[in-house]
């Protein structure tokens, strides 16, 4: 599998913006996709999974509610639709993908990340 993240950019707080990943491979009924962000001096966290096989979804609980994680089949492509948007969600985010029922801890397959940026 390899991932290819764009959407990033500058905006205001309250502001939307949404996010996208191009995913290549095969068999990815198989696969669990999401998202991840690193802000400056912070550990990249958990934000978004989606199962392809089913959808099945799980947000962290910072953007619970305002962030949703979408795919698409026919094209193979991953959306992160990012809704009133603060400033604390100011991060580079990654699109990342693993076989379903594998931690994240795991072995992952990262995508080049896709600066953020809100201001107040």
Known sequence: VQLQAS????????DSLKLSCAVSGRNLRSYRMGWFRQAPGKEREFVA??????????????????????RDNAEKMVYLQMDSLKPEDTA?????????????????????????TVSS
């Open 7 to 14: 959407g990033g950019g500058e905006v205001q707080a309250g």
């Open 92 to 116: 580079v985010y990654y699109c990342a993908s693993k076989e379903e029922g594998l931690s994240w801890k795991g072995r992952v397959t990262w995508g080049r990340g896709t600066q953020v």
């Open 49 to 70: 999974s989606i199962s392809w096989f089913d959808s099945a979804t799980y947000y962290a609980d910072s953007v619970e509610g305002r962030f949703t994680i979408s």
